[in-house]
C-alpha cells in the first residue's frame, strides 16, 4: 500500500511542479546540497583561524616583552 501511495505521488509530480514559487525551489536545492556536505561547516574554521591569530598576537607581545 505505501508503495503504491509513493507511486501515486510521484506520478503528480511528474503532471505538474511540486514547488509553489522558485524561492521554494532555491531553498529546496540549498537543503539538499546542505545534506550532502556541500557547504561543510564554516564556524570551525572560522574559530581555528581566530585562535591562531590570537595566539600569534599573543607570542608577538610575550617575545617583544622579552626583549
Request: aromatic share 10%; net charge positive.
Amino acid at each position: 500500500m505505501l508503495e503504491l501511495e509513493a507511486n501515486l505521488e510521484r506520478a503528480g509530480y511528474s503532471l505538474a511542479c511540486p514547488f509553489t514559487s522558485s524561492s521554494e525551489f532555491e531553498a529546496a536545492v540549498i537543503r539538499a546540497k546542505r545534506q550532502a556536505g556541500a557547504y561543510g561547516p564554516r564556524r570551525h574554521r572560522r574559530l581555528a583561524v581566530y585562535a591562531a591569530s590570537i595566539a600569534s598576537g599573543m607570542f608577538v607581545v610575550a617575545f617583544c616583552l622579552m626583549r
